[in-house]
């Protein structure tokens, strides 16, 4: 496969065409933001972390049956994926209570909650990514009502493997946005799943193991994204 013109580069990824039609190349960059881009740095290696990160992931999902772009690593900080069409919306699942959930309703951060909440935002810088229902997402025509249905349940599914497989390396799930795209109709998981996209918080210390790290000056960022990919990366 030949790397073609870059569609797009966004704030931690940029985006390649290929020969093939139906295939794109993701490269994965060292570029963080925060608070939308009103916090810029950059954090050595995480490119890598999240490429790698996030086949891992991928891969995991597709063996529960989740259906996801993912083809395959070309390297460090490259994959394959599959050319979707990106939906314009954040899908955030939450566990517990934390980052804006916390400060919008006044819920102490680590609250566990009742049921895992879904959330939706519409991608959209000039706005600030606002949060917005089901029904905004229909009216606007962003998706229609079958798909997200099945936005929805595959959401709650990724949020089970998920919490067990942080779990069993050593990690609560606290919270995690994902996005989706469509491929021939068919509405699959794409984007990323990393420290960058995930709030982790390691058992027993409850220590901050993501991007938090970065948006509260915690310290120690670069290590502790090595540190999430070395856990995974164990059996
Ligand atoms: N998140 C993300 N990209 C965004 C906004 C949020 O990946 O543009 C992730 C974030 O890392 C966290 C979850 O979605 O795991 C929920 O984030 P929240 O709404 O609490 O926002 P924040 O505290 O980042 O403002």
Redesign the pocket.
Known sequence: MKKGEMLYEGKAKKVFKTDEADTYIIEYKDDAT???AKKKGTIKGKGVVNNKMSAIIFELLKEKGIPTHFIGLLSDSQQAVKAVEIIPM?V?I?NVA??????RLGVEEGTILNTAVF?L?YKNDAYD?PLINDYHATALGFATAAEIESIKKLAFQINDVLVEFFKQHGMRL????IEFGRFHDEVILADEISP????LWEIGTERKM???RF?RDLGNVEETYQEVLAKIETN
């Open positions: 925060a608070f939308n954040e955030v939450r934390a980052g804006s959930f916390s400060k959330e935002y990514d606290i919270d995690f946005k960058d996209t995930c709030r993501d991007k938090d948006r």
